[in-house]
């Protein structure tokens, strides 16, 4: 292609999209300065993608909170608008582009994954939109000295710590199992966990797998011969569901637990109802299962109601998210800036955990849940300072 | 290190022994089709991932309410291996009509239908995940999917601290006998004695008239059935299956075939439980991530010494 035909081509890619944004960039909020009477308010994350079921339970959180908030005929209403990222950063990229000078949202829940948070980051820094992000665990995220990122689930530092430090206090073991695979989310889990289990005076035993392996013998035989108190798998679930089912079917009866990655009914269909049985999972999220009650059963009910599912993984996170910001447009902030400085002090009793920011955007709280498979179904115990495992 | 090696020696034994039974039973295909044709046939562990499905399609149909025993076990664990066995080699058959026979016919390159071999079993495992999984299953193509439990998991008897289960001796035994079968079919049928002229020389076959087309239907028919029964005893033992579920275990029961010697039957059972005999001992020392390491290190060190493999080639060396 010429220098000169190459120029045309350009110009007019960048005239036609122009054009198309002229098209796009709809109405816009309310006028800085004049009688607010309407907000925007972006949800960011993976809708469609590989992985839009860890996504569409907080965006449902997140739409019913501003639903609740604007049945209530406020002063100042607040339009929810969703950004489908497909959960890749470049994709994140272009939107909060769009989001911050078209759209003129004025803060953003979201984004719903780590990679893509990291990536605009700096944009929401730069365009002063505070974010809270509903499911983002990565620990570096807080390290970045961004002053108007937030979260609000603990991060995966605390997650190792978490499991061990709770099996510690409810099984008293002397000695534990500790077990991942190859990929980089288990070896991390697995080597916090073990890293606090030393801590507390347990003596550990460490094996790893492939992840594509489908005999796990080997690593049984390890098991048994070492006999431990407890087994900790840092993993996803399908690795998970097979190694426990041959486990148990080697004759280890030692209590086993795992994290997030496996917290998934599928756990239990991949191990077998039988084997799967007591097994205890934690999660920084917090799931109401259907037998809960008080606050959470009612965020069971509406949430029902509003999206015709039980509520799934960082659901009552996503609704959290959302208050955080109905709090700050209810005083009356609807700048972004404003609005970030009004979480800076903002503090009330979330759905999943009373919501508090640090100065670097963490929540105060970084509560780690923990869960049991009980009679095949997995069942909320409640947070991992005062769940009490059941059998 | 020498305690865990006299805890763990005898239960490693065990598990090498099983997995070693079904890398065994899949090498038979590569072996076989190599011998035949001079191909290696890498959609060979999509037949084995076939017949994992037909089995979970059949134990779910029956969906027995708690583990079987006696007869009962017998004649579900025939039907499947039956299933798995007509389903995989019919699979193979039609793998050979559409991805090879061409090729041969137009007298194309062996990289050509290496190929198109690599293609074949993407082609299979896409297929499976978005089309024939969720058909068959109701569930998402590319998720683990699980079998209800048919063999009760009873220690027979220990040897040391090594229990030896019901599931075990079912693997181990079963495959065996297909082994022992088609050594005999190969060895004293007049097909089998096609299929051994063919692997000495294609030409003098033919002159003799014997059928390249039969004989290379045979054999992908044979190396397919013993898939289908490999995959038949892995979904019992293991209970589970997912689309790619051939695709390292192919890998390993190829080497577990070059390891024996590629082209001989015997040679695919002694590579087979020789390679899960060595992986599940040395993750005694290293771990059991090490597997594949040790596994494919074994390959290098012995092809150094014997290039044909521990009992090297003799489906063509064969006197009819």
């Not at chain 1, 695979?181 to 889990?189: A, F, P, T």
């Not at chain 1, 959290?320 to 109905?326: E, L, N, Y």
């Not at chain 2, 029956?62 to 080699?89: D, E, K, Q, R």
């Not at chain 2, 003098?204 to 290379?216: Q, R």
Request: aromatic share 8%; proline share 3%.
């Amino acid at each position: 292609m010429s220098g000169a035909r190459l120029g045309r081509v350009l110009a007019l890619a960048a005239a036609s999209s122009l054009v198309l944004a002229a098209c796009a960039g709809g109405g816009g909020g309310g006028e800085a300065g004049g009688d607010v009477t309407s907000v925007k308010i972006g949800f960011m994350g993976d809708l469609t993608g590989e992985n839009a079921a860890i996504v569409i339970p907080p965006r449902n959180g997140a739409v019913m909170a501003v639903e609740e908030y604007n049945a209530k005929n406020p002063k100042i209403k607040i339009e929810l608008v969703q950004y489908d990222s497909q959960g890749k950063a470049d994709q994140a990229t272009s939107l909060i582009t769009k989001a911050i000078t078209q759209d003129k949202i004025v803060a953003l829940i979201g984004p719903a994954f780590s990679g893509e948070s990291k990536a605009i980051g700096g944009q929401l820094e730069e365009g002063k939109i505070p974010s809270v992000s509903p499911s983002a665990t990565n620990p570096g995220l807080a390290q970045n000295g961004w002053t108007y990122w937030h979260r609000v689930v603990a991060n995966d530092a605390d997650q190792g710590p978490g499991i061990a430090d709770f099996l510690v206090k409810a099984k008293s073991p002397k000695k534990a199992f500790v077990l991942s695979d190859d990929q980089e989310y288990s070896v991390g889990l697995a080597d916090a966990v073990a890293q606090s289990f030393e801590k507390s005076n347990v003596t550990v035993e460490r094996d790893k797998f492939s992840k594509d392996a489908s005999d796990y013998s080997s690593t049984v035989t390890k098991v048994a011969a070492s006999n431990p108190d407890v087994i900790v798998f840092g993993g996803y679930y399908a690795q998970a569901g097979r190694l426990l089912k041959q486990l148990r079917d080697g004759g280890v009866k030692a209590t086993f637990a795992s994290g997030d990655g496996s917290l998934d009914q599928q756990l239990v269909t991949g191990a077998g109802t039988e084997a799967a049985e007591g097994a205890v999972l934690a999660c920084p999220c917090n799931i109401p299962t259907p037998d809960v009650t008080g606050a959470l059963k009612t965020f069971f009910d509406n949430y029902k109601k509003s999206a015709n599912v039980d509520p799934a993984i960082y659901a009552t996170e996503g609704y959290d998210a959302a208050t955080a910001f109905i709090k700050a447009v209810e005083a009356g902030n609807t700048t972004g800036e404003k609005i970030n400085d009004f979480l800076k002090s903002v503090s009330f009793d979330g759905v999943s955990k009373p919501i508090k920011f640090k100065a670097n955007g963490e929540p105060e709280n970084n509560a780690i849940f923990i869960y049991q498979v009980v009679d095949g179904k997995v069942k909320l115990l409640g947070a991992a300072e005062e769940a009490k495992l059941e059998g | 290190m020498l305690d865990d090696f006299l805890n763990q020696f005898l239960p490693s034994t065990v598990g090498g022994l099983v997995f070693g039974s079904i890398y065994a039973l899949i090498a038979l295909g590569y072996t076989m089709v190599y011998g035949v044709l001079r191909l290696i046939n890498f959609a060979h562990s999509e037949i084995f991932m076939i017949g994992t499905f037909t089995s979970l399609v059949v134990i779910t149909a029956i969906a027995p309410a708690s583990p079987l025993t006696g007869i009962a076990l017998f004649g579900v664990m025939l039907l499947i291996i039956v299933a798995s066995a007509a389903i995989s080699g019919g699979a193979a058959m039609l793998l050979e009509v559409v991805a090879y026979r061409p090729l041969r016919r137009k007298g194309a390159t062996r990289l050509t239908a290496l190929i198109s071999a690599i293609g074949a079993s993407l082609f299979l495992q896409e297929l499976f995940a978005l089309v024939i999984i969720p058909w068959l299953t109701g569930n998402a193509g590319r998720n683990q999917q699980s079998a209800p439990r048919i063999v009760d998991r009873d220690t027979v008897f220990t040897i040391g601290n090594a229990a030896v289960r019901t599931d075990h001796i079912i693997v181990v035994v079963a495959a065996v006998i297909m082994m022992i079968a088609l050594d005999r079919l190969v060895n004293k049928t007049k097909i089998g004695r096609g299929i051994r002229a063919t692997a000495q020389d294609p030409e003098a076959a033919v002159l003799m008239g014997v059928s390249i087309d039969n004989i290379v239907r045979v054999t992908f028919l044979l190396g397919g059935a013993m898939a289908g029964v490999a995959g038949a005893l892995y979904l019992m033992e293991f209970e589970n299956t997912v689309f790619n579920v051939g695709f390292v275990l192919g890998i390993k029961a190829f080497t577990a075939a070059v390891l024996g010697g590629i082209g001989n039957l015997r040679g695919a059972l002694l590579g087979g439980i020789v390679l899960g005999l060595i992986e599940n001992w040395g993750a005694i020392f290293l771990g059991s991530e090490w597997k594949d390491v040790i596994a494919f290190t074994v390959l290098v060190v012995v092809l150094m010494f014997r290039p044909t493999g521990i009992l090297g080639e003799s489906l063509q060396k064969a006197r009819a």
